[in-house]
């Protein structure tokens, strides 16, 4: 197969995890022969630098003729202390997701059986914990109405939800629950907003479509509780963008470490596959973060192509590299830590 694959390495940490899933996905392609033409483009912090805008028009054209697009990071601190600034790295990625389309975020969170113990929750809790947490990605709060009214003192941000974006969204779950094990839990705060009473609605309408998928509905403050309580309850979730957002850094924890969380976000044209996290400019430059999360959102990526063999061999060699310690400092605790360009190394090397 002959792929085109837009590159957004993005800011902080964004090009050196990015380096690493080139040199995987290169290593894939190698061994089962494919092509991959990677195709860099300017986003976030480093575009705005270059171009005052932080996905520029020619970013979004070499997304748009691409097969897929990886994504690194966005953000830079430079930013996050002033209120005031008028063009944020963020509002790249927004930009980005709303553009190309990208209304689900597709996170899982699982277990790898060599991290059980790196996780601070206890072992019969989280060990088989395979879990889908699907976030509306282009609606919201994120997207609501915005401003300031009284000359600067009151702040609003409005959560608006169409009835056609929670049917899309909630579609793609009750069929992914379908291919899983038929379970569908709609978290929103129902005995409140009014936004998530219309996902309670739209969502039982949908249930008999799907006689076979078991559907719950929970407040997203219990899922908040039980998430890390008893992981293994869920199978698909549903929800909106913002309490998504907040879910998936928790469900992280589950796994051991951020740096492990990949996603990918579909809509009905291109998809994006990006890490669930951010661009840890603390560590921006000195080779120490974590590529796996990148890695893991190629394996996605490789999957959503119809090639399951690829993207399993990604997964081994993931698995095969923490199961004999080829680790970066986050998962090392306070053994020998590997460099992350040595992780990517070893595990080209290795697949
Ligand atoms: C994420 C990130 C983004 C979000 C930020 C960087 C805008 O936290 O992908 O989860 O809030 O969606
Ligand atoms: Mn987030």
Known sequence: MKLTIALLAGDGIGPEVIDQAVKVSDAVAKKFNHEIEWKPALTGAAAIDAVGEP???????????????????????????????????????LKMRQKLGLFANVRPTFTFPSLIDKSPLKRDRIEGTDLIILRELTGGVYFGERGRLNHGNTAFDTMTYHRFEIERLAKKGFEMAMKRNKKLCCVDKANVLEASR???????????????????????????????????????????????????????????????????????????????????????????????????SAAMMFDDFGLAKEAQAIRDVVNK????????????????????????DWLAKNL
């Not at 979004?60 to 600034?85: E, R």
């Not at 004999?324 to 990517?344: H, R, Y």
Request: charged share 20%.
């Open 55 to 93: 996905y520029p028009d020619e970013t979004h054209q070499i997304c748009t003729n691409a097969d897929a697009v990886l994504f690194g990071a966005i953000g830079h601190p430079k930013f996050d202390n002033d209120p005031s600034a008028k063009v944020r790295p963020e509002q790249g990625l």
């Open 198 to 296: 219309l996902w309670r609605e739209t969502v039982q309408a949908m249930e008999k479509e799907y006689p076979e998928v078991e559907v719950s509905y929970e407040f997203v403050d219990a899922v908040a509780m039980r998430l890390i309580q008893w992981p293994k309850g869920y199978d698909v979730i549903i929800t909106a963008n913002l309490f998504g957002d907040i879910l998936t850094d928790e469900a992280s924890v589950i796994s051991g470490s951020m740096g492990l969380m990949p996603s990918s976000s579909l809509g009905s044209e291109v998809s994006l596959y990006e890490p669930i996290h951010g661009s840890y400019p603390q560590a921006a430059g000195k080779d120490i973060a974590n590529p796996l999360a990148t890695v893991l």
């Open 321 to 344: 590299s923490l199961d004999q310690g080829v680790v970066t400092e986050d998962l090392a605790d306070g053994g020998k830590a590997c460099k992350t360009s040595e992780v990517g």
